[in-house]
């Protein structure tokens, strides 16, 4: 098979259609890039681009070559030890590759890996390309409605491009046939009766004189009738309809309550920074809200959410009845795909984590399509874990992880969000 390699240059001296095959090609290689790159920066850094090594063995591009074929037998000149059928010895002490080992002194040259740059969308496509928001099923016509182009019949106006090629035809030949309909079924008529008044009459008779007259002005007639005229152009017509879209919305709720310090809120944060960021990348028409609690719940915008360092008591319940509210008030589950996202250190009041257990299995489950439970603590699970173990046995798009350590964040977020094989 050959390959042709498009080396036309898009800009900056580079080829997009050759950087897309590349990728393609080594797609292995660069996650994993990606995901080393991931664990070795913060996640307010996420979004920039990264540098990528491939081994130089794997970037060769095929070339066309002529082949000599056949059997050849050459001369070379300057040859004092061998005959035709010798076998020559293996060189001793090796060939001095320049693999791992001791050094040497070798004229050999060796080839550094080939290492490249990510950009900063590129980077973000791999690291989000395996995830997505499951149980997406609910469909109704937004507020922001997107359209999508449908076929509406024909037009006598538009651009070349649109032109209906079999339909102007189509119409071009039934018009020829109305207007030249006359015409074509008297010339045939004429040209015999012409034919038999000659055999008794002679060329100078009227009769004959005024049947030619008629038969020119005939002919003359049907070449005058163009072969496509402008009243026999159609265009396809294309008009803009409302398209179904999925409406989606998550809600991101965080403890901020005196139990949680500095560096568990930290790890929260993160978790929603990239939750966040993966929301607004994948999904067009996804709305966001935020809501903080310590004693009291509170409905907050995305810079409060991630930076405002107010805190108190801990009363998680106080975030599901606000939550229930919200969802009510503005997304009713009959037509929106509803996603939750809590954070917490599961420390909370013994008789509210009951609560919320009850909440959850009664009131909120019945209405989300998912409801991720992330607890952030090094020992061992606090009292509200231990109560939302029970919701999956009533709901099993109910899912929880643990946050020990900032190292958790990115493997827990991927096994929350992966993208799930549909069974058939």
Not at 48 to 56: A, L, M, T, Y
Not at 318 to 343: C, F, G, I
């Amino acid at each position: 098979m050959a390959y042709l390699i498009d080396r036309r240059l898009q800009g900056k001296n580079k080829s997009a259609i050759n950087r897309e095959r590349f990728l393609r090609r080594h797609k292995g290689q660069i996650k994993e890039a990606v995901t080393r790159a991931v664990k070795g920066r913060s996640i307010t850094d996420i979004e920039n681009g990264e540098k990528v090594s491939i081994p130089v063995k794997d970037i060769n591009e095929p070339g066309f070559g002529h082949s000599r074929g056949g059997i050849w037998e050459t001369i070379n000149p300057g040859n004092q030890e061998y005959q035709k059928g010798d076998r020559v010895a293996r060189p001793k002490g090796g060939g001095g590759g320049s693999g791992k080992g001791k050094a040497g002194n070798s004229d050999q040259v060796s080839e550094d890996d080939f290492i490249f740059e990510l950009s900063r969308e590129e980077f973000m496509n791999y690291f989000f390309e395996d995830l997505e928001l499951p149980n997406m099923v609910k469909t109704q016509i937004t507020t922001t409605t997107d359209f999508k182009n449908q076929r509406a019949g024909y037009k006598m106006s538009g651009n070349a491009t649109s032109i209906h090629i079999l339909r102007t035809l189509r119409g071009a030949l039934g018009r020829r046939i109305a207007v030249g309909g006359t015409a074509r079924t008297r010339l045939p008529e004429a040209e015999e009766e012409l034919k038999q008044l000659l055999m008794r009459a002679h060329e100078d008779d009227v009769r004959v004189v005024k049947l030619k007259e008629e038969i020119s002005a005939l002919k003359i007639r049907l070449a005058a009738i163009p072969f496509i005229d402008p009243f026999d152009l159609r265009y396809s017509n294309r008009i803009k309809v409302p398209k179904p879209a999925s409406q989606a919305v998550m809600f991101c709720l965080l403890d901020v309550s005196g139990s949680m310090d500095q560096a568990k809120k930290d790890m929260a944060k993160r978790f929603f920074i990239l939750l966040y960021l993966f929301l607004t990348r994948a999904y067009d028409k996804i709305d966001v809200v935020f809501i903080r609690h310590h004693t009291q719940a509170s409905e907050v915008d995305e810079s409060e959410f991630f930076n405002s360092r107010e805190s108190g008591g801990t009363v998680v319940s106080s975030a599901l009845h606000m939550l229930t509210k919200v969802m009510h008030e503005r997304y009713p589950s009959s037509d929106w795909n509803v996603y939750v996202a809590q954070a917490s250190d599961g420390d909370n009041w013994d008789n509210d984590s009951v609560l919320c257990r009850e909440l959850l299995i009664n009131t909120i489950m019945p209405a989300v399509q998912y409801f991720a439970y992330i607890e952030i603590t090094e020992g061992e699970p606090q009292n509200l874990w231990e109560e939302y173990t029970q919701v999956p046995e009533h709901h099993p798009h109910f899912a929880m992880q643990k946050i020990e350590s900032p190292a958790d964040i990115y493997p827990v977020f991927r096994e929350l969000f992966k993208k799930q094989t549909t069974t058939s």
